[in-house]
């Protein structure tokens, strides 16, 4: 195991529901990331924090809402989904954020699919 | 406008050959770049990092070499098993105030015994 953990592993929701995503590592990490990776796309980076602070949001609709209460633990939460936002999302975590100077250590991710 | 381009198309070899797999990026000038391998239905798992001024990297049976002038990476599986059958995806330095990371669709490798 890569040391990232994320539950639930499978989520369906429907698009009026209110639901969170979980993310923890046990690497000492200062960053950690989310990631959305939808069929037939790469990987597509949503949010990224250092040191608890949000250092990018990239153009994500405030449908999702990400919170990092500590260095260690970072969630999505996420309301009135589109079935477009069926994909599987990754959280990730490194030393700090140099770029790809810095290794990325992914979770297992959770596979949402919103009807 | 960046783009990064990987195979998209499945790379089918017989075990024990050697695959090569492709990365080739526009309008990036990347100072680092990664290699994950992705099984179906979890999380990429780092490989190997080539810097710019580094030609080749090796890491057991597996090579890549990094062509800044043809803006090109390529990645060998040497001895290929079946349990190398994953997808291979490519990351560099895009633009971005904190030297943001993009990802390429990645290459999916089956190894046919």
């Known amino acids: 195991e890569t040391g990232v953990t994320q539950t639930p592993r499978h989520l369906v929701m429907g698009m009026t529901n209110k639901k969170s995503l979980k993310c923890e590592q046990h690497l000492g990490h200062n960053a950690m990331y989310w990631y959305k990776q939808s069929a037939k796309k790469p990987l597509e980076l949503m949010f990224v924090?250092?040191?608890?602070?949000?250092?990018e949001n990239n153009s994500v609709p405030s449908r999702f809402s990400p919170e990092c209460p500590n260095s260690s633990h970072l969630f999505l939460h996420l309301h009135t989904l589109q079935p477009e936002d069926s994909a599987l999302y990754l959280c990730?975590?490194?030393?700090?954020?140099?770029?790809?100077?810095?290794?990325?250590?992914f979770g297992p991710g959770t596979r949402l699919l919103v009807l | 406008s960046q783009k990064i381009e990987q195979n998209s198309e499945a790379l089918n070899i017989q075990e024990g050959k050697t695959a090569t797999l492709t990365c080739n990026y526009t309008n990036y000038s990347p100072a680092y770049l990664q290699w994950y391998r992705q099984d179906p239905g979890r999380g990429p798992v780092f490989l190997l990092l080539i810097r710019e001024n580094e030609k080749e990297k090796r890491k057991e049976r597996l090579k890549v070499t990094f062509d800044t002038t043809l803006k090109q990476s390529l990645f060998h599986i040497t001895a290929s098993q079946p349990a190398d059958s994953a997808t291979y995806l490519c990351a560099l330095e895009g633009s971005g105030g904190y030297q943001k990371v993009t990802f390429g669709i990645g290459t999916k490798l089956q190894v046919i015994p």
């Open positions: 924090y250092n040191f608890k602070e949000q250092t």
């Open positions: 990730a975590s490194s030393q700090a954020t140099g770029g790809a100077q810095e290794t990325q250590y």
